[in-house]
């Protein structure tokens, strides 16, 4: 379970109190639309609106100049390429642009990139290929901003290039008929916060010369789908978009969608963002991570039920397999990590294998980081060649850590949060060294991540009407995520197995009883025991079944230990930060020197419990009395000396104490000297 320092919003009770009376709110609702800046009954009233307004498409640059070429080529019978990108954004952008153009006459390819043989974007093999078809107008959708060179070899071949895009924008725009991109400076359309599908949308609408909403009427849910999926803020038209989509999928005619909806078993008449996000997306997603896209596209785009059934039921084994080959990975990486345990003590991790495959090592990536609060890069190693991906933590960069070893790198790219690369296999080496020597010299720590919490509540605060007033606030996604609260100084009455990997935790908190649900840890990984006292963070819902109506259903995000300081998480960014630099470390060290009586207790607690070094909420707990900071450090300095050793116990990684045979001075620890100040 995660281990997050919980930021929560700052409320004025007041104004809580007023939307209480002014919109006849109970507590939750109005609390979570005061924590989100909704905080006057005129905002929230506009927020829950269904009164959206779009802007026009031709706000956006170019978009008269895209039209234009289109239509044209709509009316001079040229043939027309749509080529989009392999994630469900790039899908569902190609599958409306697409319908869209056959269905006003014209003669019109789709094309998809593949991640294995070509890669992202735009190439120039995927050009030749559609000369072959005469085609003499490409679209990009979801892609094209950066493909300068692409774009300019198809002018060479007479193809005209539209770039409908909303990725960054680079220094240098590619010399296209138009380039529709609302991230371009000299943009001035209104909402710059579109997925490449709601681009595309636009871009339809503008052909067609209507609004964009007249456009949602026919494409709705393949902009819902695509926004969702791409993590795109869901405020302001993208909210709509989601909006009017998850409505119309109970009415749509796309055979394929609701195929792999009945496959998911999922029930079209209560859709929510949700369940794009967690049950469509991955199986829309892995025809181009495990084979080729364009069996997601055919999905999409296929009017024949027999067909659609058939593809849905492909794409979910795809996603099986996809899913399988994860948990292969990463069971791979662990037991390397078991080989080699110091990988977890570095800054970042960074991992390699033998054909790891590169459609999911983005994942694995992310599984690191939830697990270890650092962050990560896994690199598969394939005739000679590495392929890298990683994903970091808020607070390190880590497209700059890549850039710093640019000189050795072939392609790379991406942003602060997620980037990946190419490499020679024999500087495999030479790279992580790069990387940790940036961390030294740049790295000032990686703070734990934050979990966002709207309110905290009492258990009394609950109840099924207060729950449904929730709902008004959906759709969750994106910078409107499903509502979490946090319960204070809550006793644990009784812990039980649900199932085979989960548990259900009773708790009792001010005279009041709930029971929640903890996905994917068992009662024996729980770091709590009945009689803690706990603080616990939460979603509300209400079940609904055939046996059952009406049930509170609370699931359980995170617990953490009730008292713990706002310097136990201080401590803990700064022990982060000394093992990034050590000898350049700059920070408060009195934080997380430990002393020798820290050492002494950590040590002494070991001897009675075995604990995973790694799971930060296990140490707080078990070394309580200290700050978590001054305890991480202890268990480096113990560990230095040989006095405890690392163990694999199920999916942790603990500490357990070694027998030894002399007395061991402190200063001979290269931690213990240097947070001590002996050098």
């Known amino acids: 379970m995660a281990f997050r320092r919980w930021n929560a919003a700052k409320i004025n009770q007041d104004k809580v109190n007023k939307l209480c009376e002014e919109m006849k709110l109970q507590k939750l609702a109005a609390s979570v639309l005061a924590a989100r800046g909704y905080d006057t009954s005129q905002a929230a009233t506009a927020f829950l609106s269904d009164q959206t307004e779009f802007s026009s498409p031709f706000e956006l640059k170019d978009m008269d100049k895209a039209a234009n070429r289109i239509n044209k080529a709509i009316e001079n019978e040229e043939v027309i390429a749509v080529f989009g990108d392999y994630d469900v954004d790039g899908v569902t952008s190609t599958a409306l642009m697409y319908q869209y153009l056959l269905g006003s006459g014209a003669k019109v390819v789709c094309s998809l990139p593949t991640r294995e043989s070509t890669g992202y974007g735009l190439s120039n093999e995927a050009i030749d290929n559609m000369k072959r078809y005469d085609v003499s107008l490409i679209i990009t959708v979801d892609n094209g901003i950066s493909a300068n060179g692409e774009i300019e070899y198809a002018r060479s071949l007479g193809i005209d290039t539209v770039v409908c895009d909303h990725h960054q924008v680079p220094d240098v725009l590619p010399n296209a008929v138009a380039v529709v991109d609302p991230l371009r400076k000299d943009d001035e359309g209104a909402f710059k916060e579109l ?15 209507c609004g964009v909403e007249e456009m949602l009427d026919y494409y709705s849910v393949f902009a819902a789908i695509g926004t969702v999926s791409d993590i795109m803020p869901l405020i302001g038209e993208n ?9 119309a999928v109970p009415e749509c005619d796309n055979a394929g969608l609701l195929s792999l909806c009945e496959e998911a078993g999922l029930d079209v008449n209560a859709l929510a963002a949700t369940n794009i996000a967690f049950a469509l997306a991955p199986r829309i997603n892995a025809a181009g991570r495990m084979g080729n896209a364009a069996l997601a596209l055919r999905l999409l785009i296929t009017d024949n039920v027999d067909e659609a059934r058939t593809v849905a039921k492909e794409l979910c084994e795809l996603n099986k397999t996809r899913q399988q080959t994860e948990q292969e990975i990463t069971k791979l990486i662990e037991n390397k ?5 110091s990988v977890l003590n570095e800054p970042i991790i960074i991992v390699s294998g033998e054909n790891f495959h590169s459609g999911v090592i983005g994942i694995v990536c992310s599984r690191l980081v939830e697990k270890y609060s650092k962050p990560a890069i896994v690199i598969s190693v394939e005739n000679g060649e590495a392929k890298g991906s990683g994903r970091s933590v808020k607070g390190f960069s880590l497209y700059k850590a890549i850039c710093s070893c640019k000189d050795m790198l072939g392609k790379f790219g991406g942003h602060d949060m997620a980037a990946g690369f190419m490499l020679n296999a024999d500087r495999i080496d030479d790279f992580k060294k790069a990387v940790f020597e940036y961390c030294a010299n740049n790295c000032e720590g990686m703070k734990l991540p934050e979990l966002r919490v709207d309110a905290y509540i009492d258990f009394a605060d609950v109840s099924q009407q207060a729950i449904n007033e929730l709902s008004a606030l959906a759709p969750f996604g994106c910078a409107n995520e499903e509502p979490i609260f946090a319960v204070k100084d809550a006793e644990i009455t009784a812990i039980a197995l649900m199932g085979e990997r989960h548990c259900k935790i009773t708790f009792k908190q001010k005279g009041v009883t709930f029971s929640g649900a903890l996905f994917s840890t068992t009662p024996s990984e729980l770091v709590f025991a009945v009689g803690d006292r706990v603080d616990i963070a939460l979603n509300l819902s209400i079940y609904e079944s055939t046996n059952q109506k009406g049930v509170v259903s609370i699931k359980i995000k995170e617990i953490m230990r009730s008292g713990a300081s706002p310097e136990d998480f201080e401590s803990i960014d700064l022990y982060r930060a000394f093992c990034c630099q050590r000898e350049k470390f700059g920070g408060d060290k009195g934080l997380i020197a430990p002393s020798r009586e820290n050492v002494a207790y950590v040590y002494r607690k070991l001897k009675t419990k075995d604990v995973d070094r790694y799971d930060y909420n296990a140490v707080n707990v078990e070394f309580c009395d200290i700050l978590t ?3 991480l450090a202890s268990l480096d300095v113990l560990e ?4 405890i050793k690392t163990k694999r116990q199920g999916a942790a990684r603990v500490l357990t104490v070694c027998e030894s045979e002399r007395k061991r001075d402190l200063n001979e620890s290269d931690t ?3 947070l001590n100040g002996e050098h």
């Open 195 to 209: 997925a490449g599908v709601g681009v595309a949308l636009k871009l339809a609408a503008a052909c067609e010369g």
């Open 239 to 247: 909210r709509e978009i989601v909006k009017r989509g998850l409505a």
């Open 337 to 341: 990590i078991d080989e080699n345990p």
């Open 629 to 631: 900071g001054k305890a």
């Open 640 to 643: 230095e000396l040989s006095l």
């Open 672 to 674: 213990f000297r240097i």
